[in-house]
């Protein structure tokens, strides 16, 4: 086969005649395909590393230091760089580091359906189960250990089912790559690539399993070479790719140690001044060009990967227990057993894509050629398979590869000159100068000390009494030594700033710059502009990492053979455990499906931006601060709906405490007013008899009142008989006491006289 105009070696060949002068053929071929203008595509993406880093060629700028030939090396100005691609690089770094990398874990088998089916069935049946025990319980037929449960009306419990379910190969694939994402360091190294894309306008990434485990790694762009095919989107779509790197012979030792002989290792540890002049071509750094730099030699090490052909068969029998026929793949070597031949057995024979890698080391050692271990194949389609390599550039649909820095150099160009011609201007220009004779300096005041005073004072002392000289002070003139053109220079500058950040998309608004007239409304609206240019890149970036998480993923089939058990840490600071079923895991077909970033920052800085509102009204602060941790909008979502049940389940908490309260104060106020009837009532018949009697009183009192004045003046009578009574046993009592007195007396005289 001929690509490029090099001779590629035959690929649809039996693994048999695949021999090692074929293989090294093949590696051989690929990297001299690659050669052709390599050292001209190198020179140009480190030319765009230097310009970001401010790093000038003054070869850009000879036109203007040394037109017509001359060099101007005595003007008192110096060309500079004044950076103003770096700041839109840098700020577009930094906007990348805070877009969320969501991504969801999906099974794409063809029993999907039916296990859905499957555990939908359970649901319900469950569902059912629970509808039986509570009628058993309500029957009082149950055991008493049974208790009842919750039941769902079943247009309910099918919304709930459609919700939440999951298929659980899904939920191992998500916590999958939840583990490689922090275990490979996925995330710092995305973002190193987006550097490289920035700047290079391409980024290259290599993917694959080393020390039992899924490995990543962002390429240099200086490094990687492949198929350009017109239609060709990602690297690990095309024909083939390799990696050219310059490594220490320590590297190149201790990575292929296994695979190159003593003789071959001694052999690199010599010095050659070929692999001075092969370093040098290559260089990768200005300090390169001095030789003094390779005393550390450094060995050119390609790693190539390619698609070849394998023969494959497609193996059907009978099952011997079913009667179904069953289909099997196997490799060109098989033979079948005469038994299953007897069964009626056919093999039916095709040629598909195989990746193969291959390694030369130092041009002259080939090591390591072979088919790659995982061949990333889909199960409907065994001729499906991609690079290790992926990548993209931004923009080489029909057209040279762009970069925004490379948009950004004319820009860098100019302002650099229109700096070096202000510089300039500044340096020419003398403001306004007075002119004086020199013969009005003062007597025994030399030059520098005249120049002295007029620059520290302001005042020029002058002598107008010099002997033997007649000056007029008349004479004395002004000349307008300023330079007119230095605020246009400065307008040029501003514009080009302009139509700089006008190009690139990042305006001043986005940089955080806003004029002392402008809204809110409208500063926010020019942000939102700026955004949409750059999301173009943002999009494509994106894309790519879709396909590295589905190729990590994938590798870790391949990494995980015996099963797999770890723990990683989450957002929030849990930890989740990891356990993984080999068997289960290999024949998944998992699908990534990464989320549109810049949406999802959106909607996540709306909800950020609620946040003072949702705690007035009502949210927790542990629950907001929860919330703020997540960098997902579905597990904002997901916080959202825990914090809403939660007060929802508060809310009914304090209705039912309110309702409660409502019961026992209506109560208490039904018993207050029934002992206020109760004592009305009792009032109002205590009323009622005193009425009654009073009225009965009154009715009676005029036919009684003959009677009653008799019966009053027979009382009358009657008492003063009593008291006449009365009155005379008193009498009678004083007089039988005198009498005794008077006895005691006539004694005691008796007995005085005697």
Same mark, same amino acid.
Request: net charge negative.
């Given at each position: 086969?001929?690509?490029?105009?090099?001779k590629i070696p035959?690929?649809?060949?039996?693994?048999s005649?695949?021999?090692k002068?074929?293989?090294?053929?093949?590696?051989?071929a690929?990297?001299?395909?690659s050669?052709?203008?390599?050292s001209?595509?190198?020179?140009?993406?480190?030319?765009?590393?230097?310009?970001?880093?401010?790093?000038?060629?003054?070869?850009?700028?000879?036109y203007?230091?040394?037109?017509y030939?001359?060099?101007?090396?005595?003007?008192?100005?110096?060309m500079?760089?004044?950076?103003?691609?770096?700041?839109?690089?840098?700020?577009?770094?930094?906007?990348?580091s805070?877009?969320?990398?969501?991504?969801?874990?999906?099974?794409?088998?063809?029993?999907?359906?039916s296990?859905k089916?499957?555990?939908?069935?359970?649901?319900?049946?469950?569902?059912?189960?629970?509808?039986?025990a509570?009628?058993?319980?309500?029957?009082?037929i149950?055991?008493?250990q049974?208790?009842?449960?919750g039941?769902?009306?079943?247009e309910?419990?099918?919304?709930?089912?459609?919700?939440?379910?999951?298929?659980?190969?899904a939920?191992?694939?998500?916590?999958?790559?939840?583990?490689?994402?922090?275990?490979?360091?996925?995330?710092?190294?995305?973002q190193?690539?987006?550097?490289?894309?920035?700047?290079?306008?391409?980024?290259?990434?290599?993917?694959?399993?080393?020390?039992?485990?899924?490995?990543?790694? +962002?390429?240099n762009p200086?490094?990687?070479?492949?198929?350009?095919d017109?239609?060709?989107?990602?690297?690990?779509?095309?024909?083939?790719?390799l990696?050219r790197?310059?490594?220490?012979?320590?590297t190149?030792?201790?990575?292929?140690y296994?695979?190159l002989?003593?003789?071959?290792?001694?052999?690199?540890?010599?010095?050659?001044?070929?692999?001075?002049?092969?370093?040098?071509?290559f260089?990768r750094?200005?300090?390169?060009?001095?030789?003094?730099?390779?005393?550390?030699?450094?060995?050119?090490?390609?790693?190539?990967?390619?698609?070849s052909?394998?023969?494959?068969?497609?193996?059907?029998y009978?099952?011997?227990?079913?009667?179904?026929?069953?289909?099997?793949?196997?490799? $060109?070597?098989f033979?079948?057993?005469?038994?299953?031949?007897?069964m009626?057995?056919?093999? &039916?024979?095709?040629?598909?894509?195989?990746?193969?890698?291959?390694t030369r080391i130092?041009?002259?050692?080939?090591?390591d050629?072979?088919?790659?271990?995982?061949?990333?194949?889909?199960?409907?389609? =065994?001729?499906?398979?991609?690079? =290790?390599?992926?990548?993209r550039?931004?923009?080489?649909?029909?057209? !040279?590869?762009?970069?925004?820095?490379s948009?950004?150099?004319?820009?860098?160009?100019?302002?650099n000159?229109?700096?070096?011609?202000?510089?300039?201007?500044i340096?020419r220009?003398?403001?306004?100068?007075a002119?004086?004779?020199?013969?009005?300096?003062?007597? !025994?005041?030399?030059?520098d000390?005249?120049?002295?005073?007029?620059?520290g004072?302001?005042i020029?002392?002058v002598?107008?009494?010099?002997?033997?000289i007649?000056?007029n002070?008349?004479?004395?003139?002004?000349?307008?030594?300023?330079?007119?053109?230095?605020?246009q220079?400065?307008?040029?500058?501003?514009?080009i700033?302009?139509?700089?950040?006008?190009?690139?998309?990042?305006?001043?608004?986005?940089?955080?710059?806003?004029?002392?007239?402008?809204?809110?409304?409208?500063t926010?609206q020019?942000?939102?502009?700026?955004s949409?240019?750059?999301e173009?890149?943002?999009?494509?970036?994106?894309?790519?990492?879709?396909?590295?998480?589905?190729?990590?993923?994938?590798?870790?089939k391949?990494?995980?053979l015996?099963?797999?058990?770890?723990?990683y840490?989450?957002?929030?600071?849990?930890?989740?455990?990891?356990?993984v079923?080999p068997?289960?895991?290999?024949?998944?077909?998992?699908g +990534?499906?990464?989320?549109?970033?810049?949406?999802?920052?959106?909607?996540i800085?709306?909800?950020?931006?609620?946040?003072?509102s949702m705690?007035?009204?009502?949210? =927790?602060?542990?629950?907001?601060?929860?919330?703020?941790e997540?960098?997902?909008?579905?597990?904002?979502?997901s916080?959202l709906?825990?914090?809403?049940?939660?007060?929802?389940?508060?809310?009914? *908490?304090?209705q *039912?405490?309110?309702?409660?309260?409502?019961?026992?104060?209506?109560q208490?106020?039904?018993?207050m007013? *029934?002992q206020?009837?109760?004592?009305?009532?009792?009032?109002?018949?205590?009323?009622?008899?005193?009425?009654l009697?009073?009225?009965m009183?009154?009715?009676g009192?005029?036919?009684?009142?003959? !009677?009653?004045?008799?019966e009053k003046?027979?009382m009358?009578?009657?008492?003063?008989?009593?008291?006449?009574?009365?009155?005379?046993?008193?009498?009678?009592?004083?007089?039988r006491?005198?009498?005794?007195?008077? $006895?005691? &007396?006539?004694?005691?005289?008796?007995?005085? !006289?005697?």
């Amino acid at each position: 086969m001929y690509l490029g105009g090099e001779k590629i070696p035959q690929q649809k060949l039996p693994l048999s005649k695949k021999n090692k002068k074929w293989r090294e053929a093949c590696v051989e071929a690929f990297i001299d395909l690659s050669n052709q203008g390599v050292s001209k595509r190198r020179d140009y993406i480190r030319t765009l590393y230097d310009y970001y880093n401010g790093i000038i060629e003054e070869e850009d700028y000879r036109y203007v230091l040394a037109p017509y030939g001359k060099s101007r090396n005595n003007f008192p100005s110096k060309m500079r760089n004044y950076p103003i691609i770096k700041p839109i690089i840098d700020l577009l770094l930094g906007e990348k580091s805070k877009r969320p990398l969501n991504y969801t874990v999906a099974v794409l088998n063809e029993d999907v359906v039916s296990e859905k089916e499957k555990a939908k069935q359970m649901v319900f049946m469950q569902n059912m189960q629970a509808q039986f025990a509570n009628k058993m319980i309500q029957m009082g037929i149950a055991p008493e250990q049974m208790q009842e449960q919750g039941i769902q009306l079943p247009e309910d419990l099918l919304k709930s089912f459609e919700r939440s379910y999951v298929d659980n190969r899904a939920i191992i694939g998500q916590k999958s790559m939840n583990y490689i994402m922090q275990n490979a360091e996925v995330y710092d190294k995305l973002q190193k690539g987006w550097f490289h894309y920035l700047i290079s306008g391409e980024v290259y990434t290599e993917r694959g399993v080393r020390n039992g485990e899924p490995f990543y790694d +962002i390429l240099n762009p200086l490094d990687v070479d492949y198929d350009k095919d017109p239609d060709l989107e990602f690297v690990e779509d095309g024909d083939w790719a390799l990696v050219r790197k310059y490594v220490h012979v320590s590297t190149v030792v201790d990575h292929f140690y296994d695979l190159l002989t003593p003789e071959q290792i001694l052999e690199l540890e010599q010095p050659r001044q070929s692999d001075i002049d092969s370093y040098l071509l290559f260089r990768r750094a200005e300090t390169s060009k001095d030789e003094n730099a390779y005393r550390n030699r450094l060995i050119e090490v390609v790693t190539v990967y390619w698609k070849s052909r394998k023969r494959i068969g497609f193996l059907t029998y009978p099952d011997p227990m079913t009667g179904t026929i069953e289909e099997e793949i196997v490799d $060109e070597g098989f033979r079948m057993p005469a038994e299953m031949k007897a069964m009626g057995a056919k093999i &039916k024979y095709t040629w598909v894509n195989e990746v193969w890698q291959g390694t030369r080391i130092d041009g002259r050692m080939y090591v390591d050629i072979h088919p790659v271990a995982n061949q990333r194949n889909t199960m409907n389609d =065994p001729s499906v398979c991609k690079l =290790p390599i992926n990548g993209r550039r931004y923009s080489d649909i029909n057209a !040279k590869n762009i970069s925004l820095v490379s948009l950004g150099i004319p820009y860098q160009l100019n302002y650099n000159i229109y700096k070096y011609r202000l510089e300039l201007a500044i340096a020419r220009s003398k403001d306004i100068i007075a002119q004086f004779d020199i013969n009005m300096i003062p007597k !025994k005041w030399d030059m520098d000390k005249f120049m002295y005073y007029v620059e520290g004072t302001g005042i020029a002392w002058v002598d107008y009494n010099k002997e033997g000289i007649a000056l007029n002070p008349q004479h004395q003139s002004v000349l307008d030594m300023s330079i007119k053109t230095i605020s246009q220079y400065i307008t040029l500058l501003e514009s080009i700033l302009n139509e700089w950040e006008k190009l690139s998309g990042v305006n001043r608004q986005r940089q955080g710059s806003v004029g002392q007239y402008e809204g809110k409304g409208s500063t926010q609206q020019a942000i939102v502009q700026s955004s949409h240019i750059t999301e173009d890149m943002f999009r494509k970036f994106e894309h790519l990492e879709q396909r590295d998480l589905q190729a990590l993923l994938d590798y870790s089939k391949e990494a995980w053979l015996t099963g797999k058990s770890g723990a990683y840490v989450m957002p929030d600071g849990t930890v989740e455990y990891l356990t993984v079923d080999p068997l289960s895991h290999l024949e998944a077909d998992y699908g +990534i499906f990464v989320t549109n970033a810049g949406k999802e920052k959106e909607k996540i800085d709306t909800i950020r931006q609620m946040a003072q509102s949702m705690i007035q009204n009502g949210m =927790p602060a542990s629950a907001m601060a929860d919330l703020l941790e997540q960098e997902s909008f579905t597990e904002i979502k997901s916080k959202l709906k825990e914090a809403e049940k939660s007060m929802q389940e508060l809310q009914q *908490q304090q209705q *039912q405490a309110e309702m409660q309260a409502k019961q026992q104060s209506e109560q208490l106020q039904a018993q207050m007013k *029934q002992q206020e009837l109760d004592n009305a009532n009792q009032n109002n018949e205590l009323d009622r008899k005193n009425k009654l009697d009073i009225a009965m009183i009154q009715a009676g009192m005029a036919e009684n009142a003959g !009677k009653f004045n008799l019966e009053k003046a027979m009382m009358d009578q009657e008492t003063k008989s009593q008291e006449i009574a009365i009155k005379a046993k008193e009498a009678d009592e004083d007089a039988r006491s005198n009498r005794a007195n008077e $006895e005691i &007396k006539r004694e005691a005289n008796k007995n005085r !006289k005697s």
